[in-house]
């Protein structure tokens, strides 16, 4: 089993030994060969090298492992049937970050509720001919169609690191659809002791998932324009035979005007324009009669539309359901981060352990680049970049430019496990029954 080296206090400002110490610390616990080409994998994927050759793995990793036999194919090998558990490799990325980072986790709320997002990519596959465990169907806004695609849900804690707001991927789940896969992200959550609130987007915050959600992991999300809610049904003062009521009137909190006073109607001031916030409490769906949210809309001069907000978690002010929505975005980050730098979009690739596992790492990768970056300094391109950011293009950037430094320092301690040859067997010519041989 690989060990992991002892973290270095005085280098740890250095954006490669953070990067080489990250992937080294996520790799410990690994088997010794497979430990040795995920390492290459990754290595390739944080330096942005594996989208240099437009994802494929063989051309990215072959200068790394050239000296190897077959090096090239051990790489495709590790990815499609070493022993591997996604999970343990996501935590342990998750656990290096809180160690070595000023990891600030968002707390939403009286009841100190610690925040996720949840959200859904589709990876289309235009040249799949056959299916798979992991191939489904869904819409392309580049094809404008529905086409074969791997679909993956994806669990991100956000967090601050200096004031940064980031996302750290905690799970990732496979599906042949959307729905399928969320569903398997909300049964299969990591542990907690701590309440959770769940942010997501408008086709994730469904009907079943607000009424799956309980006191302990809330739920919010954005509703569709249309939606149609039902208010509480007014008290009778002479009750009649028969069930009492469910439902109450209709409301359309998306429409130009609703059909009822909200609940409570203030004013904000967001970055010099006055922004209109009117909630309405205690509404239920027809068809969930029993699972009361609160809905906030939010009128923003910036935005042609409203902004529908709904959630489980009722004791939250009208405020903090906003900000708390608005700390969604750190998901959407990882999925740029991991198509744009980790090749997540392109996975050359058709085994159903290779498409997960090069995805998921992919997303992985992202978040912990976008991790580092916001403990770094700002590190320019070039002399004309003259307004640097910590960005993770150019943490990637800087690493491909230390390639050499930085694999170096990431597979400190993997050795390769030293296979013995098969020697060839020589054929005897004093054998006793020569026309038997």
Known sequence: MSKANKPSLHLAASPV????????????????????????????????????HQGSLARAALPYVIHLKWGWHRVERAMARGRLCLDTLLESAFQWCLIHLPVEPIIIGQEHRALYAIDSSTIAR??????????????????????????????????????????????????????????????????????????????????????????????????????????????????????????????????????????????????????????????????????????????????????????????????????????????????????????????RAWCDTSVMRRISLALMTGSLLKAIAAQCEALPMGPWDVKAVASAGRLANHLDAHAQDFAALSLTGLELRKCREKEDVKDSNNLQLSEAA
Not at 26 to 51: E, H, K, N, S
Not at 171 to 179: H, L, Q, S, V
């Open 126 to 347: 235009l040249r799949s001919r056959r299916a798979g465990a992991v191939l489904g169907q869904g819409y392309s806004h580049l094809a404008q169609r529905a086409v074969k695609a791997n679909i993956v849900a994806c669990l991100t804690s956000v967090v601050r690191i200096n004031s940064i707001r980031c996302g750290l991927v905690r799970r990732t789940r496979f599906a042949k659809t959307c729905p399928q896969a969320v569903a398997a992200i909300f049964s299969e959550l990591p542990p907690s002791e701590e309440k959770r609130l769940f942010t997501v987007d408008a086709g994730i915050a469904t009907k079943d998932q607000f009424a799956e959600a309980t006191s302990r992991d809330a739920l919010i999300g954005r509703l569709r324009i249309n939606v149609s809610l039902r208010r509480a049904p007014r008290p009778v003062k002479r009750p009649r035979r028969g069930r009492p009521r469910l439902h109450g009137a209709p409301l359309h909190p998306g429409r130009k005007r609703p059909e009822f006073v909200p609940d409570e109607d203030l004013v904000i001031t967001v970055a010099d324009r006055e922004v209109r916030l009117r909630r309405w409490r205690n509404l239920h769906f027809r068809e969930k009669p029993h699972t009361l949210i609160d809905v906030v809309r939010v009128d923003d001069p910036d935005f042609k539309r409203p902004l529908l907000i709904g959630t489980t978690a009722r004791e939250l002010t009208t405020e903090e359901i906003r900000e708390a929505y608005l700390h969604r975005w750190p998901v959407e980050t990882n999925f740029y981060v991991s198509q744009a730098t980790a090749a997540m979009d392109q996975p």
């Open 17 to 52: 030994y953070l990067a080489a110490s990250a992937v080294n610390k996520v790799l410990c616990g690994l088997p010794r060969g497979t430990a040795y080409f995920i390492g290459v994998v990754l290595i390739t994927m944080m330096t942005g090298q594996l989208m240099q």
